[in-house]
């Protein structure tokens, strides 16, 4: 016999062995590839001392951090832009007016169907804008759509009552917003807008498809060196871990703003007095002068 719960049962000796052996088998399977993938690094000359000399160069490490500031630079204005515009966009969705919200609807669904590379290049070639204003206007019209439809989705997830006990207190439809339904979904959005965020921090790599001197464009320069033994390989090695690492810091930013709001005042529970016998008033039954009974003449 084996315990079990309102859940599932509880998995008795057999079945936890059976799980340890799954277990072992996967990660001899890993090790396996892993090792593999050594094996074919190694065996194509990867590790080798002329494909790992660039990076040892002053000129290459200024070109590699030239291009890191300016995949920063055009994440940060994009992102910026993109939660803007997605605010402005999810308020004209939410409007009471229909016209406001047809169209705000269909600027939402044409950028967000249409393509990131393609509005780059039609920026970029037909309207002749510079390759950095052009990188971040089709970054921030794809990105803001979808992230105008995260802000609308998570303020419908506010429960209804919310919003109708509002109302019965007066409030207008703003500061119904403002102070109630926003504070509220913001815990809800806020996983999806840090996952919208890191797509627009890879797809900053689209600049170098118009000659912006970005990340990845400055790898493509090392990576196609021919005095080098074209490096690809080590470049892709050296990139990867950063772009890895700048998505990792957005989720460690996303976590420690989501504990910062559980400890925010505004969201903590306020400890309440417990309710004491108050002063009663004059006309009140229960007051002392009338509990007496009739005075004689």
Request: charged fraction near 15%; charge should be positive.
């Amino acid at each position: 016999m084996t315990d079990s719960t309102a859940l599932y049962d509880i998995p008795g000796p057999r079945t936890r062995k059976r799980h340890r052996l799954y277990g072992v088998a996967t990660t001899l399977v890993l090790l396996a590839l892993l090792g593999w993938i050594l094996y074919l690094l190694f065996d194509t000359g990867q590790f080798t001392a002329a494909k790992w000399t660039p990076f040892a160069y002053k000129g290459i490490q200024e070109l590699l951090l030239t291009g890191l500031g300016n995949t920063l630079k055009a994440f940060a204005y994009a992102s910026v832009l993109s939660l803007v515009l997605g605010g402005i966009l999810a308020c004209g969705r939410l409007s009471d007016h229909a016209p406001v919200r047809w169209v705000s609807t269909l600027l939402v669904e044409f950028f967000r169907a249409m393509p990131v590379l393609v509005m780059i290049f039609f920026i970029f070639v037909a309207l002749k804008v510079q390759p950095l204003p052009a990188l971040v206007a089709g970054l921030t019209l794809y990105n803001g759509s979808v992230l105008a439809e995260v802000f609308r989705a998570g303020i419908h997830s506010v429960d209804r009552g919310q919003r109708e006990a509002a109302y019965a207190l007066g409030l207008r439809k703003t500061q119904v917003m403002t102070h109630v339904l926003v504070p509220q979904a913001v815990r809800a959005m806020l996983p999806a807008i840090i996952s919208q965020l890191v797509v627009a921090l890879k797809d900053t790599s689209l600049g170098y498809l118009i000659t912006y001197e970005e990340f990845l464009h400055a790898g493509k320069l090392i990576a196609s060196n021919l005095d080098y033994d074209l490096p690809f390989i080590p470049v892709v090695m050296v990139i990867s871990p950063i772009y890895i690492g700048l998505c990792m810091l957005l989720s460690w930013l996303a976590t420690w703003v989501a504990r910062r709001q559980r400890r925010s005042p505004k969201t903590e529970a306020v400890d309440v007095a417990p309710a004491e016998p108050g002063t009663l008033l004059p006309g009140d039954p229960m007051a002392p002068g009338r509990l007496q009974g009739p005075q004689g003449p």
